[in-house]
Nanobody, 123 residues
Framework: QVQLVESGGGLVQAGGSLRLSCTASGRTIVFYTMGWFRQAPGKERGFVAATTWSGETTYNADSVKGRFTISRDNAKNTVYLQMNNLKPEDTAVYYC????????????????WGQGTQVTVSS
């Protein structure tokens, strides 16, 4: 089992930045692809970004390309999501997730999930 805890959410003005962290326990994340998803009120949970075990390969949703960056520190068992130039439409609960899969990473069939952290972007 992998337990995931997100942190770093909050309230920020449009154009601002936040860095989310996801710290894992119970098992090393080095064998897992790690992803970030988000869910806005009244909407389905959607893919934001993912990184394979080494961190060398990353994937981003079109809506966040050029603004968000996913990274990982396997030694700290932590994954990050740097979010720049935030927009009101980025407002959502952000979830960290882990999977052994290395393909189709934009679907939400991950094995382990955190409880989420709220990000609110004001206009």
């Amino acid at each position: 089992q992998v337990q995931l805890v997100e942190s770093g959410g909050g309230l920020v003005q449009a154009g601002g930045s936040l860095r989310l962290s996801c710290t894992a326990s119970g098992r090393t994340i080095v064998f897992y692809t790690m992803g970030w998803f988000r869910q806005a009120p009244g909407k389905e949970r959607g893919f934001v970004a993912a990184t394979t075990w080494s961190g060398e390969t990353t994937y981003n949703a079109d809506s966040v390309k050029g603004r968000f960056t996913i990274s990982r520190d396997n030694a700290k068992n932590t994954v990050y999501l740097q979010m720049n130039n935030l927009k009101p439409e980025d407002t959502a609960v952000y979830y960290c997730a882990a999977t052994r899969r290395t393909s189709n990473l934009d679907n939400n069939e991950y094995d382990f999930w955190g409880q989420g952290t709220q990000v609110t972007v004001s206009s």
